[in-house]
């Protein structure tokens, strides 16, 4: 039985495994940088956290578009979605950690065409990890960005605020052949891409749906994708739930829902995405909280935080910014969800 601490390669973690909180135990990565990749980049410039912000909103409404055709069951033109689509591999391929970042955040409210971006970026990142190639990866961001077009046949749906009671989920269940039908007409778009719509809810072990595929019957792309947008679901509000912080995501991944996941790409996961992102909280083994501002490939265990409040959860007078794997007195027990929101 394969248990979140057995996917750890044992004598590469710079901390000895004693040392590590339990909500922190992943595999480490080469020392090279976390977000290298077979992709080029064909500039050298350094893009600025708004560049990278544009993409993403660029991404958001040419997807919106998208859905809304799907909506109106109108032929779906991608229109600028595959130049933006090159950038997104291009730029997850030199600097890619802001894109995660926004994948991940929790700032902006649900929409099918955030949660589709959100799930692109992700499979982009996991695809790179798994030696994907610029063509790949870009047919597999087309997929995550649409996974979901069947869901705008049952738009009031995503915001009933309870779970889903059994008709709900049997009428749930039928989206991705939705999905499917939706693209017929869409000869912009793959073969592969309309089998990963209709296949992204297929679980590894054959519990998922509408056809209970499993093993090697369900596509590549649609493993990535549903993975992806399993954990992008977790670590994100919903109307019926709060978000759980990644690291709890990611055990839950791992330690009760492992069979539904081949267990190349969960390790795929594990190193692609950050146990504590940029901009999530933690708590020390002092007691006070701090927020995440960098991460390294080097201690993916010990990123470098800003203390902003004490033990009693009163803000500092002086925030402290501190590397954690050059303090070793100071250890990350918990990740915590925001407490300032």
């Known amino acids: 039985m394969v248990q979140f601490r057995d996917l750890i390669q044992p004598g590469t973690l710079k901390e000895p495994l004693a ?3 339990a909500p922190a135990v992943t595999p480490s990565l080469p020392d090279q940088a976390v977000y290298s990749s077979p992709i ?3 500039s050298n ?3 600025s956290p708004r560049d990278h912000f544009t993409l993403y909103a660029e991404l958001t409404a040419t997807c919106q578009r998208c859905l809304q055709d799907a909506e109106q069951e109108q032929r779906i033109t991608l229109g600028a979605l595959p130049s933006l689509l090159e950038s997104l591999v291009e730029r997850m391929g030199h600097e890619g950690a802001e894109l995660l970042r926004l994948s991940t955040a929790n700032d902006r409210g649900f929409s099918l065409a955030s949660h589709g971006v959100n799930v692109a970026i992700l499979s982009v990142r996991v695809g790179m990890e798994l030696g994907l190639n610029a063509a790949e ?3 597999l961001a087309l997929a995550g960005l649409l996974h979901d077009v069947g869901m705008t046949q049952m738009r009031a749906l995503l915001h009933v605020p309870a779970s889903l009671d059994p008709a709900q989920r049997v009428q749930v269940h ?3 052949l939705l999905g499917q039908r939706l693209l017929e007409r869409c000869d912009d778009i793959p073969p592969a891409v309309r089998d990963v719509i209709v296949q992204e809810h297929e679980r590894y072990d054959g519990s998922g749906y509408p056809r209970q595929l499993a093993g090697s ?3 590549e792309y649609a493993q990535i994708v549903g993975l992806m947008d399993t954990y992008e679901a977790m ?5 019926y739930r709060k978000r759980r912080v990644p690291s709890d995501a990611l055990r839950t991944l791992i330690d009760e829902q492992r069979a539904q996941f081949r267990q190349d790409l969960l390790k795929a996961l594990l190193r692609a995405i950050p ?3 940029v901009d999530s909280w933690v708590r020390l083994n002092t007691g006070e909280l701090a927020r995440v501002i960098a991460t390294s490939s080097r201690a993916l265990l010990s990123p470098t935080v800003t203390v902003l409040l004490d033990a009693r959860g009163q803000t500092r007078p002086d925030a402290l910014t501190v590397n954690l794997a050059t303090e070793p007195q100071l250890k990350i027990k918990e990740a915590v969800a925001d407490p300032i929101r």
């Open 174 to 176: 039928q989206h991705p």
């Open 45 to 47: 410039d350094v893009l």
């Open 19 to 21: 040392s590590i909180p």
């Open 275 to 277: 146990i504590y992102p």
């Open 235 to 239: 670590v994100h509000d919903r109307p």
């Open 217 to 219: 019957r369900i596509h």
């Open 40 to 42: 080029s980049p064909t």
């Open 137 to 139: 990866l870009r047919a």
